[in-house]
């Protein structure tokens, strides 16, 4: 078995959906994603922290095991518990799928065949990331 875990700190931001247009001066087909310079910044540190955590390790080969919690940020004055507020856990495991595929972590996010994300409160935000396969270190 292969594991590998790291935290990631900062507010997660979540990935949209990205939506195709046709540049009107140049013709050309581009790509606009949802999320803007903030998404890019925590993708980017996704990346950092995955690849520093891999210690120069290769990527998993195989099903992929991925259990991801996000601490966001308590407010003052909680309604419930749990945190049933925006940004949706969905939205945010996208951009945690696809820092990690840019590290190196797997080839491709359908390698994860089991996925399992919380949203909890917290003082300090941030997203604790779990990888694990059944392959052989």
């Given at each position: 078995m292969r594991s590998l875990t790291f935290?990631?700190?900062g507010d997660a931001v979540p990935q949209g959906s990205k939506r195709a247009i046709v540049?009107?001066?140049t013709g050309k087909p581009a790509v606009i994603e949802s999320g803007g310079a903030r998404l890019r910044t925590w993708r980017s540190d996704v990346v950092a922290v995955a690849r520093e955590a891999m210690n120069g390790g290769g990527p998993f080969e195989g099903p992929v095991t991925l259990f991801v919690v996000f601490h966001i940020r308590r407010p003052k004055r909680p309604k419930n518990e749990l945190p049933i507020v925006r940004p949706d856990a969905d939205k945010m495991?996208?951009?945690?799928l696809d820092a990690l595929q840019a590290a190196g972590v797997f080839h491709d996010d359908a390698q994860v065949t089991?996925?399992?994300?919380?949203?909890r409160y917290a003082d300090?935000?941030?997203?604790y990331v779990a990888v694990s396969t059944e392959e052989d270190a």
């Open positions: 935290d990631v700190y540049n009107r001066h495991v996208r951009a945690i089991d996925l399992s994300v919380k949203k300090q935000p941030r997203a």
